[in-house]
């Protein structure tokens, strides 16, 4: 560690050097100088129009990205850095002169009579920009953090495999190929398969296992029989990893382990690395490790998955695993235990990605150990390893392990191995960032979409960037099933390695596009992506003028396009400063599918609804904006009309108190069906005579797109994209939001002229249709993202 502080006391930093060149600019500006087109004259008089040369501009954006980056490390050199780069800009800009008091005593534009004379600046403009731009991305030549220690990682030949993920395989030819599949189709590449027969004695593993050789698959079989960690062991002396991770031949990889666990690895420098566990078979369950690791942990429990990813060094520095016992269930002792115990006893650094389940262990009768009845209790394995290694388990190790734990480091070159190279520009890799994956009409919308594209030939990476209520369900399915690669950043790392992640993921991909959908991180990463990748074009997703309209705003100069799905949202835009040619409206738009007779008698039939009933729906989130204590409101207010009956479908933080509220309302009874958690309403929206949407805050909600769709006249508020969706007196109607008097009148008049209602059913399908086909919608989305 000393050495790595030495280096970085010794080296300039470089904000010393990009100092020196704005206070140049600064000292000359100070002479009565000014910038137009790029060159430094003596203003004969104040200007009328200010000249903002790009090469300007530019170093605006890069100043922004060197300070975001700069900050985090030297927070006194950047806020010093900021207040001269202010001065500068404001001076070369042409913008107000101001007078400030510091050292730099900068004199106001125009005052000075010194002589005439022309200096071209042009040259320390670029150096400031390029600058600015180097710091952001050469991180290890900015000051490091006084709470951490720094560190240089070493470099993997080229030509070798980052990763070996070794598989044991012993009379397992049935499970082997999934295990070999789920490694193959990690979303981190530079891996290899290490596939060992143990000397299988069921006559058919051993040709399984060899028909499994390929580009990326070693294998190796062994001709007497061996136990699992000398097997592991075999592989290991086969392997060409930096890093191994041991899969046993019946279990499965979740497609991001290797990728996010490797990750960790080289940018937090730790020696290993696992995650939760996701039991499937015979059992279906959930297991979480450990938050925090180091040897006292581990002498208590094994908090590590199996599957754990390590150094190879480490596994030469402690001698491999050892196998215990004659081979029977009965003296088993997990092998892999003690190999983590030896690991933190000689003080390695562990971490575990324990809010994701991404090792799939796969229960399966007795065969699997877990099952075993004959196997040794957890106490008596773990007093048979603590006695095993009582010569290493001393206070002295103990207390080097925690200090380990404890100590953050700060790697200068984290993709040293990881992307050394950067990829290649690719126009049709798309990096989709979000706030989470809940379900609501935004998701669907967006799943569509990334369907089209993913169809189209496109690479989809989706990043999610905030922790969802749980009560808001979940859509993660609806995505999983376009793309494996999808990172939640909240579950996936601690928030310290967020930052570094992102820039490894465009690094590694050269994704020449990001859309924005109501991430914040996202917003406050695009100055520093900007420069870092140039040739990024990032794109801003808005469904209406409120939340994140505003971090839209703040970084309207790194968005290089809007797209709004209403024009109340492109005129908002307008009105605050958008150019217009920035912003495309693109109307959502759905499937639009043939009626299912039977099954929405099948689901009216469920419901035990008469033929005759007339029912009112509500299909939605269920949190304020939506308002759905107003739709319980509009059902008490029609009460009276024995015929009608009442279905309110959804999830969201608003459930206790809407139930509260149903039953606390007289005569309601069973006719009030609240149907939560229903993860296709399809069947349900189907039996509606009228759909309702009393919303307060809405845009173009899916629901209402599905309903007209699906023949099903609408009432809603005057909302949002809304008024551009209903036509009054065709399809559906339009009422004041809060205005419940009014929206109870539209639904009973509805009810009271059965023509009139067949007629909007109608006209809602036609219209449907015609206008809210989903294949223009994705063809557009295409089409701009192109």
Request: charged share 25%; net charge negative; with cysteine.
């Amino acid at each position: 560690m000393t050495d790595c502080h030495e280096a970085a006391a010794t080296r300039e930093s470089p904000e010393a050097a990009t100092l020196s060149v704005v206070e140049d600019i600064a000292r000359a500006c100070a002479a009565g100088q000014r910038l137009t087109s790029c060159k430094l004259t003596e203003p004969s008089a104040p200007p009328t129009e200010p000249v903002v040369p790009p090469r300007l501009l530019r170093l605006k954006l890069a100043a922004v990205g060197g300070l975001n980056v700069l900050g985090r490390w030297n927070p006194k050199a950047a806020l010093r850095l900021e207040q001269a780069l202010k001065t500068t800009w404001w001076h070369l800009s042409g913008d107000k002169p101001v007078e400030t008091g510091s050292r730099l005593s900068l004199a106001v534009v125009g005052r000075s009579r010194a002589p005439a004379a022309t200096h071209v600046v042009e040259d320390r403009v670029d150096r400031l920009a390029e600058g600015l731009a180097e710091m952001v991305q050469i991180k290890d030549r900015v000051q490091v953090r006084n709470d951490r220690e720094a560190v240089r990682i070493g470099t993997h030949p080229a030509d070798a495999p980052l990763v070996s993920v070794v598989i044991p395989c012993f009379n397992y030819g049935r499970y082997v190929p999934e295990a070999v599949e789920s490694v193959l189709a990690q979303t981190f590449a530079n891996l290899e398969v290490v596939l060992v027969d143990g000397g299988s004695t069921d006559g058919t593993t051993p040709d399984v296992v060899r028909g499994l050789e390929g580009p990326r698959v070693r294998v190796f079989c062994r001709e007497t029989t061996h136990r699992v960690g000398d097997n592991r062991n075999f592989g290991i002396a086969q392997a060409r990893g930096r890093y191994v991770c041991c899969l046993d031949a019946d279990d499965r990889l979740a497609p991001t382990y290797v990728e996010k666990a490797v990750f960790l690895a080289e940018h937090g420098n730790y020696d290993v690395v696992s995650a939760s566990v996701q039991v499937f078979g015979l059992e279906e369950t959930r297991y979480n490790v450990a938050a925090t690791l180091d040897l006292s942990v581990l002498m208590a429990g094994n908090e590590l998955a199996t599957c754990a990813l390590f150094r190879r060094s480490a596994w030469e520095a402690v001698g491999g695993f050892r196998d215990h016992g004659d081979g029977s269930a009965r003296t088993h002792i997990h092998e892999d235990w003690e190999f983590w115990i030896r690991l933190a006893a000689r003080g390695c650094r562990f971490s575990n990605i324990w809010r994701e389940h991404l090792f799939q262990y796969r229960v399966h009768g007795t065969e699997s150990l877990s099952r075993h009845g004959e196997v040794r209790s957890k106490d008596e394995q773990r007093a048979a390893i603590l006695a095993a290694n009582a010569d290493l388990l001393t206070q002295e190790a103990l207390d080097r392990s925690v200090a380990r734990r404890k100590t953050k480091n700060e790697v200068v070159n984290p993709l040293a191995n990881l992307a050394p190279d950067p990829a290649p520009v690719d126009p049709r890799c798309i990096v989709v960032m979000l706030p989470w994956m809940v379900i609501g009409g935004a998701e669907r919308l967006l799943s569509a979409v990334l369907g089209h594209l993913a169809s189209a030939g496109w690479r989809v990476i989706i990043v999610t960037t905030l922790e969802p209520d749980p009560a808001a369900g979940d859509a993660t399915s609806w995505f999983s099933a376009i793309t494996s690669e999808i990172y939640n950043l909240p579950q996936a790392f601690p928030r310290e390695h967020w930052d570094g992640f992102m820039d490894y993921l465009f690094a590694s991909r050269g994704a020449a596009r990001m859309m924005i959908a109501g991430s914040a991180y996202a917003y406050d990463r695009l100055p520093y992506l900007k420069v870092r990748f140039p040739e990024l074009k990032v794109f801003d997703l808005l469904f209406n003028t409120v939340g994140h309209t505003r971090n839209s705003r703040l970084r309207a100069s790194q968005i290089d396009a809007h797209i709004v799905e209403n024009s109340e949202v492109r005129d908002w835009l307008i009105a605050y400063g958008e150019d217009p040619q920035r912003v495309t409206v693109i109307p959502s738009g759905i499937p639009i599918k043939p009626h299912d007779a039977d099954r929405t008698a099948e689901a009216r039939d469920a419901l035990g609804l008469d033929p005759d009933d007339f029912v009112v729906g509500f299909s939605g989130r269920w949190s304020p904006e939506k308002n759905p204590l107003g739709f319980v409101e509009i059902a008490a207010r029609l009460k009276e009309h024995p015929r009608m009956r009442f279905v309110m479908t959804g999830m969201g933080p608003m459930g206790q108190k809407i139930g509260v509220r149903i039953a606390k309302t007289p005569d309601l009874g069973n006719r009030f069906h609240l149907l939560a958690n229903l993860e296709d309403v399809s069947a349900v929206l189907s039996i509606y005579d009228v759909l309702v949407v009393p919303s307060d805050l809405d845009g173009r909600p899916m629901i209402v797109l599905e309903a007209l769709a699906a023949g099903i006249p609408v009432v809603a508020s005057r909302v949002g994209g809304l008024p551009e969706l209903i036509e009054p007196g065709s399809y559906g109607e339009l009422c004041d939001a809060g205005d419940l008097a009014a929206f109870a009148n539209a639904i009973a008049a509805l009810e009271a002229d059965p023509a009139r209602l067949e007629r909007y059913k109608a006209a809602a399908r036609r219209f449907a249709e015609e206008q809210l086909d989903a294949r223009h919608m994705v063809r557009r989305f295409e089409r701009v993202l192109s």
